[in-house]
């Protein structure tokens, strides 16, 4: 055992679980209570985490904090081991408040309630497991698990075709993550010890060959969860049918831990390997960029519209990562963040609109913004932090995205002016998908209703004036749209305050992981150098042959030739 402290971070990933096992011992006659429960576990658990890090976490020390080591199965070196690092704390904190969020969104959950927040709860669990292992076979557990609760969620709660998403979600992610035991039985029976503890899979000296192999595997099983394109099709129908508090998850941080994975196990674990590979991630990246924004323009439900647009804020990641730049790497986890509470903020007024509407047809809607000005209001706020407004967090993290890559020595002018050039495509297809949806959304569609007010002179209620959205009429005393209520109000402006201060003042988000960024990015320069020196060119001839500055040049590294 170690530990020289509170167990904070095991008390975070069993207060919830053990919260979950005690609802199926509440009564049915108090299902309504279930609700105020799982609120009340997730603010907790919140809370803590605050606390925890708060008083605890150093965000000037690169190394892992707060670390935790149990003997859990021996036989199988299984260790219950936890730590956090600039990495997993930011990560953490928006596991903790967008699920806790998710949980009073779904405050409507009438059907199966107590299965419905045991399921959230045991979700709750184990993300922020993935985040806080530091032992690769526990994440591996960690990952499998939550895999179950959220098949469960889209396919007993979902929409028509719920089963059917909900089963592709599955084979897709539990088939990809595969690839993470492999990796980690790979890593951990490497040399001459066997382990399976992050900081010595870390320090192990791969062959180039066996790193490669390793960096391809989890390149597929993160690639897939982080919808890298071509592997990203099981989230628009996972979205598209998924309840809103599901989907509030599934954007805000299921989508994260794809991204963190790459980070922790692709980068940091495996910086050779990543050299190579960082011009593909880069193509990768705007491949998904412009790939999903002109698939998210072609969508005419509202829930696949947003989960496209998913996909092509995604592709920012990938160019941050592979950036080879202290900015870029930080601009990726800043995305992270930003898009983890954009997109939940998103899909919870996705779920508002469906709840009065009774639709997700963007052509079935408009002329409701009249009705509904707050729910207007917030969706507008919502669509401006997503397309990069200037004072919003997407805008600091866009920016420091395209300036980290074009700042980068390694790649050559022809092949960062080209990326830069195609990435800011996303730029302008993101404005033209989300205001074509507020407009269909709020405003007239453009299609004319076809209102028979004669009925309703028959039964002698005289000429009225019908209110119509879309194809749809009614007359005014028999509207049943209401705006935001005092709870979705409050959902929402706990999203969008951290949206508005991170994107006045990032040094909120960026602090957490400043330092440890910066470590990565040496570690991972330090690679390229010594394999730049030894090889030349290391990239195929062409537009994007990397150089090396004289900076860069190191004379201790013999030069192989």
């Known amino acids: 055992m170690i530990t020289n402290q509170f167990p904070w971070l095991t008390t975070i990933i069993l207060l919830p679980l053990i919260a979950a096992l005690v609802i199926p011992l509440i009564p049915d006659k108090y299902s309504k209570f279930v609700r105020w429960y799982a609120v009340g576990v997730g603010l907790a658990d919140f809370l803590l985490m605050v606390y925890a890090f708060w008083q605890n976490y150093n965000p000037n020390d690169s190394t892992f904090q707060l670390a935790e080591k149990y003997a859990w199965v021996p036989q199988l070196g299984l260790n219950w081991s936890l730590s956090v690092d600039g990495l997993s704390v930011p990560l953490v904190l928006l596991a903790g408040l967008v699920t806790t969020l998710a949980i009073l969104s779904a405050w409507q959950v009438d ?50 075709n719920r089963r059917y998403a909900a089963t592709k979600f599955l084979l897709y992610t539990a088939g990809a993550s595969i690839f993470i035991l492999l990796a980690a039985l790979g890593m951990a029976f490497y040399g001459n010890n066997v382990t399976f503890d992050m900081v010595e899979l870390g320090m192990k000296d791969y062959p180039l060959g066996i790193e490669l192999l390793l960096y391809a595997g989890l390149l597929i099983a993160f690639g897939v969860k982080l919808a890298i394109f071509p592997m990203h099709t099981w989230l628009p129908d996972a979205h598209g049918e998924a309840s809103a508090p599901i989907s509030m998850i599934l954007a805000g941080v299921l989508l994260k831990m794809g991204g963190y994975g790459l980070i922790r196990f692709n980068l940091e674990m495996l910086p050779n390997a990543h050299v190579y590979f960082a011009p593909i991630l880069a193509i990768l990246g705007v491949v998904n960029i412009i790939y999903g924004g002109l698939n998210s323009f072609a969508q005419p439900n509202m829930k696949r519209r947003l989960a496209y647009s998913s996909v092509s804020h995604m592709g920012f990641v990938l160019i941050g990562i592979a950036a080879f730049t202290d900015l870029g790497i930080n601009g990726a ?229």
């Open 333 to 561: 986890l800043l995305q992270m963040l930003s898009h983890g509470l954009i997109a939940a903020l998103l899909f919870f007024l996705a779920g508002i609109t469906y709840d009065r509407t009774h639709t997700l047809i963007l052509e079935e809607m408009g002329e409701i913004g009249k009705l509904m000005p707050k729910v207007f209001a917030l969706f507008t706020a919502g669509v401006m932090a997503s397309l990069a407004l200037p004072g919003m967090s997407g805008f600091a993290s866009e920016l420091s995205i395209f300036i980290g890559l074009a700042t980068s020595e390694v790649y050559s002018s022809p092949f960062r002016f080209g990326t830069v050039i195609l990435a800011s495509v996303g730029l302008i297809l993101t404005p033209v998908y989300l205001l074509s949806m507020l407009r269909q959304l709020f405003y007239n569609t453009g299609v004319f209703p076809a209102c028979v007010i004669d009925a309703y002179k028959e039964r002698g209620m005289g000429e009225q004036e019908a209110v119509c959205f879309g194809t749809n009429c009614s007359l005014p005393a028999e509207v049943i749209f209401s705006d935001a209520k005092p709870r979705e109000l409050a959902i929402a402006f706990v999203f969008l305050l951290p949206v508005l201060g991170i994107g006045f003042y990032p040094k909120l988000a960026t602090q957490f992981y400043d330092v440890k960024t910066m470590a990565i990015n040496t570690q991972i320069k330090e690679a390229y150098t010594q394999i730049a020196q030894a090889k030349g060119n290391i990239y195929a001839k062409g537009f994007w042959a990397p150089t090396i500055s004289k900076s860069d040049v190191a004379p201790s590294f013999a030069v192989i030739k």
């Open 111 to 160: 059907r199966k309630p107590k299965l419905f927040f045991f399921l959230i709860l045991l979700l709750y669990a184990a993300q922020v497991g993935v985040f806080v292992a530091q032992d690769a076979l526990l994440l591996f557990i960690m990952w499998e698990l939550e895999l179950v609760p959220v098949y469960l969620l889209i396919s007993i709660w979902g929409g028509q």
